[in-house]
C-alpha cells in the first residue's frame, strides 16, 4: 500500500507522465502549493509502470526532480530531468516555437517605431522567428544524432587536423552574429571519427546563443566523447560583430580561443606540431 505521501507524489508523476513537454516543467517545478507533499526531506522510488522514477520532497512540500532544467522546454541540452526518468527529450517541435516567436518580432517592430503591417513588414515577423530559429538549431542536435555511428576502429595513432572549419554562431549578450573558423585536431587511440562529423560537431554547438570561449571546449569535449582520443585540440577564430557593427566598432579585430586536452595540453611537442599545421598555408 502507498502511505499518503507516495500517493500524493503519485498523483503529480501522472501529471507529469500525462503532461504534454511544453506543460510538465510548470506540472513539476511549483513546489509553492500549499496542498503539495508535506513538509520533509526524502527520497522516495516509484515504480510507474516501467519508468523508475527518483523524487526529492522538500522542506517547503514542493517536489523536486534533481537537476530539473528550467529551460527543458526549449530543448536545452544535458537535460538531467529527462534523463533521470529516462523519457526522450522531447522539445516542441521547431514550428511550435514559431507563433510565440513571430509576435515578438511584430512587437519588436512596433517598438522600433515602424509599422508592422505596411507591405514590406507583413511578413518579417515569421521570416525573423524562421531565421532565428535556423541560428539555433543546434539545440535540437545531439552528439549521438549527429555521428550517426561514424566512429571507426582503426589502429592509428598519428594527428588527424581539420582545419578552417567555417562556423556562425550567435553572441549571447548582443544577439548579433559572431563568425570564423574552427580547427580540431585530435589524437586517435584506436577509435577515428568520420571527417564531416569534425564538422557537424561544429554545427551543434555554434548554432546557439554562444561565447566563443565555451564554443571551443564544447567541441573539444565532444570530440573527446567520441573517440576517447589521446588528446584534442581546438582553436577558434572569430569575427565579433557586436564589437564591429556596434560598440568599440573594431573592424579588424579578431579573438582567438583555445582549448587543448590531454597530450595537447601535457605534451608542448604535440601542442606544437598541432599549431604548426593549423597555421600553415
Ligand atoms: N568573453 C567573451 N565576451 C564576449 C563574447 N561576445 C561578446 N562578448 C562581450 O560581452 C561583453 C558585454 O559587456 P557589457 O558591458 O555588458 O555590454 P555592452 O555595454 O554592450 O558592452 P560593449 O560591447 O563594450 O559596448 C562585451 O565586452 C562583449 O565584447 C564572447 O564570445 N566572449
Same mark, same amino acid.
Given at each position: 500500500?502507498?502511505?499518503?505521501?507516495?500517493?500524493?507524489?503519485?498523483?503529480?508523476?501522472?501529471?507529469?507522465?500525462?503532461?504534454?513537454?511544453?506543460?510538465?516543467?510548470?506540472?513539476?517545478?511549483?513546489?509553492?502549493?500549499?496542498?503539495?507533499?508535506?513538509?520533509?526531506?526524502?527520497?522516495?522510488?516509484?515504480?510507474?509502470?516501467?519508468?523508475?522514477?527518483?523524487?526529492?520532497?522538500?522542506?517547503?512540500?514542493?517536489?523536486?526532480?534533481?537537476?530539473?532544467?528550467?529551460?527543458?522546454?526549449?530543448?536545452?541540452?544535458?537535460?538531467?530531468?529527462?534523463?533521470?526518468?529516462?523519457?526522450?527529450?522531447?522539445? *516542441?517541435?521547431?514550428?511550435?516555437?514559431?507563433?510565440?516567436?513571430?509576435?515578438?518580432?511584430?512587437?519588436?517592430?512596433?517598438?522600433?517605431?515602424?509599422?508592422?503591417?505596411?507591405?514590406?513588414?507583413?511578413?518579417?515577423?515569421?521570416?525573423?522567428?524562421?531565421?532565428?530559429?535556423?541560428?539555433?538549431?543546434?539545440?535540437?542536435?545531439?552528439?549521438?544524432?549527429?555521428?550517426?555511428?561514424?566512429?571507426?576502429?582503426?589502429?592509428?595513432?598519428?594527428?588527424?587536423?581539420?582545419?578552417?572549419?567555417?562556423?556562425?554562431?550567435?553572441?549571447?549578450?548582443?544577439?548579433?552574429?559572431?563568425?570564423?573558423?574552427?580547427?580540431?585536431?585530435?589524437?586517435?587511440?584506436?577509435?577515428?571519427?568520420?571527417?564531416?562529423?569534425?564538422?557537424?560537431?561544429?554545427?551543434?554547438?555554434?548554432?546557439?546563443?554562444?561565447?566563443?570561449?565555451?564554443? @571551443?571546449?564544447?567541441?573539444?569535449?565532444?570530440?573527446?566523447?567520441?573517440?576517447?582520443?589521446?588528446?584534442?585540440?581546438?582553436?577558434?577564430?572569430?569575427?565579433?560583430?557586436?564589437?564591429?557593427?556596434?560598440?568599440?566598432?573594431?573592424?579588424?579585430?579578431? @579573438?582567438?580561443?583555445?582549448?587543448?586536452?590531454?597530450?595537447?595540453?601535457?605534451? *608542448?611537442?604535440?601542442?606544437?606540431?598541432?599549431?604548426?599545421?593549423?597555421?600553415?598555408?
Amino acid at each position: 500500500m502507498l502511505n499518503s505521501i507516495e500517493t500524493g507524489i503519485m498523483k503529480q508523476m501522472n501529471e507529469v507522465i500525462n503532461a504534454t513537454d511544453a506543460s510538465y516543467a510548470n506540472a513539476v517545478y511549483d513546489d509553492t502549493q500549499e496542498n503539495s507533499i508535506p513538509h520533509q526531506d526524502q527520497l522516495i522510488s516509484l515504480n510507474n509502470n516501467k519508468d523508475t522514477i527518483h523524487l526529492t520532497t522538500t522542506k517547503q512540500g514542493g517536489i523536486h526532480f534533481k537537476n530539473l532544467c528550467k529551460t527543458c522546454q526549449f530543448g536545452h541540452e544535458n537535460c538531467t530531468f529527462h534523463h533521470d526518468l529516462e523519457l526522450d527529450h522531447k522539445p *516542441p517541435t521547431r514550428e511550435a516555437l514559431l507563433p510565440d516567436m513571430a509576435r515578438s518580432y511584430r512587437l519588436l517592430l512596433g517598438g522600433l517605431g515602424e509599422n508592422p503591417d505596411r507591405q514590406g513588414l507583413i511578413k518579417t515577423p515569421e521570416r525573423a522567428a524562421k531565421a532565428m530559429l535556423f541560428f539555433t538549431k543546434g539545440y535540437d542536435q545531439s552528439l549521438e544524432d549527429v555521428l550517426n555511428g561514424a566512429v571507426f576502429d582503426e589502429d592509428h595513432d598519428e594527428m588527424v587536423v581539420v582545419k578552417d572549419i567555417e562556423m556562425f554562431s550567435m553572441c549571447e549578450h548582443h544577439l548579433v552574429p559572431f563568425y570564423g573558423k574552427v580547427s580540431i585536431g585530435y589524437l586517435p587511440c584506436n577509435k577515428i571519427l568520420g571527417l564531416s562529423k569534425l564538422a557537424r560537431i561544429v554545427e551543434i554547438f555554434s548554432r546557439r546563443l554562444q561565447v566563443q570561449e565555451r564554443l @571551443t571546449k564544447q567541441i573539444a569535449v565532444a570530440v573527446t566523447q567520441a573517440v576517447q582520443p589521446a588528446g584534442v585540440a581546438v582553436v577558434v577564430e572569430g569575427v565579433h560583430m557586436c564589437m564591429v557593427m556596434r560598440g568599440v566598432q573594431k573592424i579588424n579585430s579578431k @579573438t582567438v580561443t583555445s582549448t587543448m586536452l590531454g597530450v595537447f595540453r601535457d605534451d *608542448p611537442k604535440t601542442r606544437e606540431e598541432f599549431l604548426n599545421l593549423v597555421n600553415s598555408k
